[in-house]
């Protein structure tokens, strides 16, 4: 890694070189550049290693200026320094003639210090322009984003087939009242968690890291990683034992993040590093890796790669984002997700709408109700398998309580789909989380991690209930246009399976109208109930052959009030995956119609 820092420290010491040249070729003294050079380039090798500096172009260009700054005062110094050396030489000598170099000095300074004023009158330049590009680039920053937009997300059809996850903190809990199984274990402590799939399961990693510099002199690799299921409320971590010579708390030529940043020397990294793990349960860091785009310190979020370091040899690859190893489940970081999400929401009509004087239309704010990125993020798994990132959006209005919309993130490809209903209103997180947090107040649970489902065409936030010490209770569904309906539960099938029987039994109109799910079923009745309210009449049958409960509204059929047992039916219902209860609006009665 110290040869790889080469590359790094030449890419810094660009104008060092430049001004070291231009001195060279004004006072012919090789020696002094040959060694002004390498002790220059010494001193930033350590400074940079030490460092780790970010590698945007606007950065970049900066420490090159400062270094080739601090470069030509040590010429001038330095020249100034051996001239007067020599002239005190000549005068000791008694030659009694007139010192040439104070011509040649003169002639240095002169020219010379216009390098000097270039310097500076460059950084001014430099300055200047990153401060206009990055207001003029905000709209090709913009059109950088790979986005699409969708009124309605994936159906939730059953917690099998779309896992519903813990909140994290329980999984890092249990994680914490497991760390005496490690050796040694207070020269460690519990880091970050990331959510994958391992095996085809989903699951939470954290990471085992040193707990100081000389833990880590000491010991020079962490012993493995934990492991836990990420959708099993009974589930209890497992210590993998897989040493970790190059993790994030490791130093000098074993810091991961060192590793990473030798190994893409014109890339910058963004945010935190990743620990996931392959089939055979070698563990790797991964790291989101971008360009800048010009000197507007924003990245382009169309040109995304990832660094994978594997966490036993050191080897570091760099992949192009979608390109990136099958077992990495996100190639994008949280931290690229987030702020892709930010500028999505602020900068769609440009820069001046979004200031304290424009309109702010279209302006949506990121809540900061998730999990990752200082809160603003929440992974979650789609049916396919896909790791995705979810947010909503608000106004910002304090007085407000709801949801502009809300955007997945595809982890892998950085494709983001902003989901609005334009005719329903939805109630955004915090609302969610402050029905949540109602529901048994006398016990203190803490809602935390609400995601928002489309559930048999109704959109429902799922949120974990905590206790104080991070143990999980409860999910709670909450249905986010109409939030007299929670339902709360055990675990995710039965909360979910309650909560659809909730929404039939209240009459909704929302409900899945997905082809897929589409059946026609005929047959006989075998079971009638009339339920009344104040409001409704529903009526629940059993068809022959039928596992699942069927509900109509008399409302929307009003001859179904005379259906009884042994009636011939026929009618088209969504018959979602495992689902119980069903939802129909049109039954043919045979006799009747």
């Given at each position: 890694?110290?040869?790889?820092?080469?590359?790094?420290?030449?890419?810094?010491?660009?104008?060092?070189?430049?001004?070291?040249?231009?001195?060279?070729?004004?006072?012919?003294?090789?020696?002094?550049?040959?060694?002004?050079?390498?002790?220059?380039?010494?001193?930033?090798?350590?400074v940079?290693?030490?460092?780790?500096?970010?590698?945007?172009?606007?950065?970049?260009?900066?420490?090159?200026?400062?270094?080739?700054?601090?470069?030509?005062?040590?010429?001038?110094?330095?020249?100034?320094?051996?001239?007067?050396?020599n002239k005190?030489?000549?005068?000791?000598?008694?030659n009694?003639t007139?010192?040439?170099?104070?011509?040649?000095k003169?002639?240095?300074?002169?020219?010379?210090?216009?390098?000097?004023?270039?310097?500076?009158?460059?950084?001014?330049?430099?300055?200047?322009?990153?401060?206009?590009?990055?207001?003029?680039?905000?709209?090709?920053?913009?059109?950088?984003?790979?986005?699409?937009t969708?009124?309605?997300?994936?159906?939730?059809?059953?917690?099998?087939?779309?896992?519903?996850?813990?909140?994290?903190?329980?999984?890092?809990?249990?994680?914490?009242?497991k760390?005496?199984?490690?050796?040694?274990?207070?020269?460690?402590?519990?880091?970050?968690?990331?959510?994958?799939?391992?095996?085809?399961?989903?699951?939470?990693?954290?990471?085992v890291?040193f707990?100081?510099?000389?833990?880590?002199?000491?010991?020079?690799?962490?012993?493995?990683?934990?492991?836990?299921?990420?959708?099993?409320?009974n589930?209890?971590?497992?210590?993998?034992?897989?040493?970790?010579k190059?993790?994030?708390?490791?130093?000098?030529?074993?810091?991961?993040?060192?590793?990473?940043?030798?190994?893409?020397?014109?890339?910058?990294?963004?945010?935190?590093?990743?620990?996931?793990?392959?089939?055979?349960g070698?563990?790797?860091?991964?790291?989101?890796?971008?360009?800048?785009?010009?000197?507007?310190g924003?990245?382009?979020?169309?040109?995304?790669?990832?660094?994978?370091?594997?966490?036993?040899?050191?080897?570091?690859?760099?992949?192009?984002?979608?390109?990136?190893?099958?077992?990495v489940?996100?190639?994008?970081?949280?931290?690229?997700?987030?702020?892709?999400?930010e500028?999505?929401?602020?900068?769609?009509?440009?820069?001046?709408?979004?200031?304290?004087?424009?309109?702010?239309?279209n302006?949506?704010v990121?809540?900061?109700?998730?999990?990752?990125?200082?809160?603003?993020?929440?992974?979650?798994?789609?049916?396919?398998?896909?790791?995705?990132?979810?947010?909503?959006?608000?106004?910002?209005?304090?007085?407000?309580?709801?949801?502009?919309?809300?955007?997945?993130?595809?982890?892998?490809?950085?494709?983001?789909?902003?989901?609005?209903?334009?005719?329903?209103?939805?109630?955004?997180?915090?609302?969610?989380?402050?029905?949540?947090?109602?529901?048994y107040?006398?016990?203190?649970?803490?809602?935390?991690?609400?995601?928002?489902?489309?559930?048999?065409?109704?959109?429902?936030?799922?949120?974990?209930?905590?206790?104080?010490?991070?143990?999980?209770?409860?999910?709670?569904?909450?249905?986010?246009?109409?939030?007299?309906?929670?339902?709360?539960?055990?675990?995710?099938?039965?909360?979910?399976?309650?909560?659809?029987?909730?929404?039939?039994?209240?009459?909704?109109?929302?409900?899945?109208?997905?082809?897929?799910?589409?059946?026609?079923?005929?047959?006989?009745?075998?079971?009638?109930?009339?339920?009344?309210?104040?409001k409704?009449?529903?009526?629940?049958?059993?068809?022959?052959?039928?596992?699942?409960?069927?509900?109509?509204?008399?409302?929307?059929?009003?001859?179904?009030?005379?259906?009884?047992?042994?009636?011939?039916?026929?009618?088209?219902?969504?018959?979602?995956?495992?689902?119980?209860?069903?939802?129909?609006?049109?039954?043919?009665?045979?006799?009747?119609?």
């Amino acid at each position: 890694m110290l040869l790889s820092f080469i590359n790094v420290t030449l890419v810094f010491l660009i104008g060092t070189l430049i001004v070291n040249v231009v001195a060279l070729l004004l006072n012919r003294k090789i020696k002094w550049f040959i060694m002004s050079t390498v002790i220059e380039f010494i001193l930033a090798y350590f400074v940079l290693y030490i460092q780790l500096p970010p590698k945007n172009l606007t950065t970049l260009i900066n420490i090159n200026l400062l270094f080739a700054f601090v470069a030509a005062v040590i010429n001038l110094i330095g020249y100034a320094g051996i001239s007067s050396f020599n002239k005190i030489n000549s005068w000791m000598n008694q030659n009694g003639t007139k010192n040439v170099s104070d011509r040649t000095k003169t002639y240095f300074f002169r020219r010379y210090i216009f390098v000097v004023a270039a310097l500076f009158l460059l950084w001014i330049t430099v300055g200047a322009i990153a401060f206009v590009t990055k207001i003029t680039s905000i709209n090709n920053v913009y059109q950088s984003i790979p986005s699409k937009t969708k009124e309605s997300a994936e159906l939730l059809t059953s917690a099998k087939d779309m896992p519903i996850a813990l909140a994290p903190d329980t999984a890092k809990r249990k994680m914490q009242q497991k760390f005496s199984v490690i050796p040694n274990s207070n020269m460690y402590e519990l880091d970050g968690i990331t959510a994958q799939v391992v095996d085809g399961k989903y699951v939470y990693v954290a990471t085992v890291e040193f707990n100081g510099f000389f833990k880590w002199l000491k010991n020079k690799s962490v012993p493995g990683y934990f492991i836990i299921s990420a959708t099993d409320v009974n589930a209890q971590p497992k210590f993998v034992k897989k040493p970790l010579k190059y993790s994030p708390s490791a130093y000098l030529n074993n810091d991961a993040a060192r590793k990473i940043y030798a190994a893409a020397p014109t890339y910058a990294s963004m945010g935190r590093m990743n620990l996931e793990i392959d089939e055979k349960g070698t563990p790797y860091y991964v790291q989101t890796l971008y360009r800048e785009y010009g000197v507007s310190g924003r990245m382009k979020f169309n040109e995304f790669k990832t660094a994978v370091l594997n966490a036993q040899t050191g080897e570091v690859k760099v992949y192009q984002a979608n390109k990136a190893p099958k077992f990495v489940d996100a190639p994008i970081t949280s931290s690229a997700a987030n702020k892709m999400n930010e500028f999505y929401g602020r900068y769609q009509n440009g820069w001046w709408n979004q200031t304290s004087f424009g309109a702010k239309r279209n302006v949506k704010v990121p809540t900061d109700n998730g999990v990752y990125a200082a809160g603003q993020i929440t992974p979650l798994i789609d049916s396919k398998g896909n790791l995705l990132y979810f947010t909503d959006f608000t106004s910002g209005n304090n007085n407000q309580d709801s949801a502009l919309g809300y955007s997945l993130i595809n982890a892998r490809t950085g494709q983001l789909t902003y989901y609005r209903d334009k005719h329903t209103g939805l109630m955004d997180s915090d609302g969610a989380i402050s029905i949540a947090d109602k529901i048994y107040p006398e016990k203190k649970w803490v809602a935390q991690m609400p995601i928002l489902y489309n559930i048999d065409g109704t959109p429902t936030w799922v949120i974990s209930l905590l206790d104080s010490k991070g143990i999980f209770k409860k999910y709670v569904y909450i249905n986010a246009i109409d939030n007299d309906i929670v339902i709360d539960g055990d675990n995710a099938q039965e909360a979910l399976d309650a909560y659809r029987n909730d929404l039939a039994s209240n009459g909704t109109n929302n409900h899945s109208t997905n082809k897929k799910y589409d059946k026609s079923i005929s047959g006989s009745v075998t079971r009638v109930a009339i339920v009344n309210d104040s409001k409704n009449t529903i009526i629940n049958f059993m068809v022959e052959g039928q596992k699942a409960i069927f509900k109509i509204d008399t409302n929307n059929e009003p001859k179904a009030v005379f259906l009884k047992e042994g009636d011939k039916v026929s009618f088209r219902a969504n018959m979602l995956d495992n689902a119980k209860i069903a939802t129909i609006e049109e039954i043919k009665i045979n006799g009747l119609n």
